[in-house]
T-cell receptor
Framework: GAVVSQHPSWVICKSGTSVKIECRSLDFQATTMFWYRQFPKQSLMLMATSNEGSKATYEQGVEKDKFLINHASLTLSTLTVTSAHPEDSSFYIC?????????????FGPGTRLTVL | DQQVKQNSPSLSVQEGRISILNCDYT??????FLWYKKYPAEGPTFLISISSIKDKNEDGRFTVFLNKSAKHLSLHIVPSQPGDSAVYFCAASGSGGSNYKLTFGKGTLLTVNP
């Protein structure tokens, strides 16, 4: 158990367009989902925490109007990169929190490679 | 301010030997620690975790040790296999209900040579 999927796995778009990335927990319900961004050869950078039915909590320096997060159900969260620019090109990874062994563990999706031309 | 540190960016080990990956943290509020394995262009895979009430947790070839007084944890892989070659991230979480937020180290690239 604890499988998280992301769609699409990769996307190429033109500058100025918007891109939506879906994150789904396939075999468990996740009250909380997280969105990360990873630059080459660097660690995962938390962008925002997404709670089902409420507004996302964004980390410092992350533009909430640019990275729209919707957590519509206990198994689905979406990240929309609005008016994408080349500097938004990155590897975006989501995770879903699940209680395991008495403690919360995050299970990660496979990631989405975004390339903005 | 880096609250979770993995000071070795890379580690090379011979197949069959022990791999020891280290992690230090500075925030005394952290009470849950996890190790993830990551291949390029993939999401991290959860390996093993440990709560601050324990000092050791074992799962097959993987053992995590926690030294709270030193704010140090380590992941031991025995015996190491070529398929273990990946980047290993240490992560920490604070206490409190639904506070899942993880702070990650920068990762250590493990290479297991046949």
């Amino acid at each position: 158990g604890a499988v998280v999927s992301q769609h699409p796995s990769w996307v190429i778009c033109k500058s100025g367009t918007s891109v939506k990335i879906e994150c789904r927990s396939l075999d468990f319900q996740a009250t909380t989902m997280f969105w990360y961004r990873q630059f080459p050869k660097q660690s995962l950078m938390l962008m925002a925490t997404s709670n089902e039915g409420s507004k996302a909590t964004y980390e410092q320096g992350v533009e909430k109007d640019k990275f729209l997060i919707n957590h519509a159900s206990l198994t689905l969260s979406t990240l929309t990169v609005t008016s994408a620019h080349p500097e938004d090109s990155s590897f975006y990874i989501c995770s879903a929190g699940r209680l395991a062994g008495g403690a919360d563990t995050q299970y990660f999706g496979p990631g989405t490679r975004l390339t903005v031309l | 301010d880096q609250q979770v540190k993995q000071n070795s960016p890379s580690l090379s080990v011979q197949e069959g030997r022990i791999s020891i990956l280290n992690c230090d943290y500075t925030n005394s509020m952290f009470d849950y620690f996890l190790w993830y394995k990551k291949y390029p262009a993939e999401g991290p895979t959860f390996l093993i975790s440990i709560s601050s009430i324990k000092d050791k947790n074992e799962d097959g070839r993987f053992t995590v040790f926690l030294n709270k007084s030193a704010k140090h944890l380590s992941l031991h892989i025995v015996p190491s296999q070529p398929g273990d070659s990946a980047v290993y991230f240490c992560a920490a979480s604070g206490s409190g209900g639904s506070n899942y937020k993880l702070t990650f180290g920068k990762g250590t690239l493990l290479t297991v040579n046949p």
